[in-house]
């Protein structure tokens, strides 16, 4: 079973080195209507670090280049079947400036776009709100508050309910690790937890905010407790969605591997993975709203379905938001099946629904969402069109101007 995802030529085309100079690059929008659509490909190594596309019009559009040497823009519009050229120069000293930011605040990562707050991360782990909460509920390495272009809080960290429920969150339920049946969701049983381990990196930009972090699967069954899993997170935000319909966009890139020889089971089981906890004034089954990409808003027939993607939503302090889950097709056992919690507001990408399967040693175990948070009521149009294009990306050839 493979699990690592491969950028392929639909998302980029790789050129060997060459000096600084300019080159062409044709963008194919292939079979739907492109706007505002993040688009990567591969920029050539010639050490500028400052690079921009120049279409027809004139208008200089910035990329934005990052570890890996993939460069990422912000396509304005394209229609279906139609292509457009642009001119990739580097910038030189000509710099854009960042439009989404990402600040440390403490043992938070603060991210903004145009002065506003789009989520924090919560790194290390965060201090307890109530007095009934236990410390073994302590933990980092999630998203909380996360919030709308409107200013509106939709995510709850720590519900009275569900102590462990955290914004959104990665943790597993059912697992068999070396004889043993460590719970890494319900932190409260004492048998496993999640636990944020280093926060590599983050950045901001003209194009993209995100970070990169470690967490580790913790067995606490054994004596003394052992690692099972050993995770990275990559978070991006994008500059997108400042106009009249308004939205913010991020992702998620989860990648997991064995810490040692000893492969992770996970038996049947109806909940366990990517989990979104609504704010605390959606609870209740009348306070809370799904729709899933089959256009099912009924949560009971919902519940263990198969979707592309998942729309939660609900009112807090009268105002109506929600935040679209969308699940890439390159995850495990796409697409995924889904928890739809009957009365609260609680969701979840759940892969061990249905069946069993396992993480052996030497692989990678790779998901990779994206989230979609709005104003009002969902947009099941918008929701499709931002899924083609994280899922069926516009094609990029690049080649020397001549």
Not at 123 to 141: F, M, T, V
Not at 253 to 267: L, T
Not at 325 to 334: G, M, Q
């Amino acid at each position: 079973m493979t699990f690592r995802f491969a950028l392929t030529a639909s998302l980029a085309l790789a050129v060997g080195q060459t000096q600084a100079a300019n080159h062409s690059i044709r963008v194919d929008a292939g079979h739907y209507d492109r706007l505002d659509t993040p688009v990567r490909f591969q920029l050539p190594e010639s050490g500028g670090a400052n690079w921009q596309l120049t279409g027809s019009d004139g208008q200089a559009l910035p990329v934005q280049l990052d570890e890996r040497g993939t460069g990422t823009f912000i396509l304005p519009k394209l229609a279906a079947f139609q292509t457009a050229v642009f001119t990739l120069s580097d910038a030189g000293k000509k710099a854009h400036a960042p439009a989404v930011n990402v600040a440390r605040q403490g043992s938070r990562l603060h991210f903004t776009l145009g002065g506003r707050t789009v989520m924090h991360y919560q790194a290390e782990k965060s201090e307890l709100p109530r007095a009934d909460l236990e410390p073994i509920y302590r933990r980092g390495g999630y998203l909380h508050p996360i919030v709308t272009p409107d200013g509106t809080v939709i995510t709850d960290d720590y519900p009275h309910n569900h102590k462990h429920h955290h914004g959104i969150w990665f943790p597993w339920t059912n697992t068999e690790f070396e004889g043993r049946k460590p719970d890494f969701w319900n932190m409260g049983k004492g048998t496993g937890t999640v636990e944020f381990t280093e926060l590599q990196g983050y950045w901001s930009g003209p194009v993209h905010a995100g970070l990169a972090s470690s967490h580790q699967f913790v067995d606490l069954i054994a004596k003394p407790r052992k690692v099972a899993l050993k995770e990275t997170w990559r978070v991006q935000v994008y500059a997108v969605g400042r106009g009249d319909l308004a939205y913010h966009l991020f992702e998620l890139e989860s990648v997991q591997r064995c810490a040692g020889k000893s492969k992770i089971h996970f038996p049947q089981y109806r909940y366990g993975g990517l989990g979104f906890r609504g704010h605390g004034e959606w609870d209740g089954r009348e306070n809370c709203f799904y729709l899933t990409s089959n256009g099912e808003s009924d949560r009971i027939k919902g519940h263990a379905t198969r979707a592309r993607w998942c729309h939660v939503g609900g009112k807090t302090d009268g105002k109506l938001a929600g935040i679209g889950v969308l699940c890439h097709p390159s995850n495990f056992r796409f697409p995924q099946p889904m928890r739809i919690h009957p009365t609260e507001p609680f969701f979840n990408f759940a892969p061990s629904q249905a069946g069993e399967w396992e993480i052996k040693p030497g692989e990678e175990y790779v998901s990779r969402y994206q989230f979609v948070v709005t104003d009002g009521k969902p947009d099941a149009a918008l929701l499709d069109r931002l899924w083609n294009d994280y899922a069926h990306p516009p094609r990029v050839e690049i080649y020397d101007a001549k």
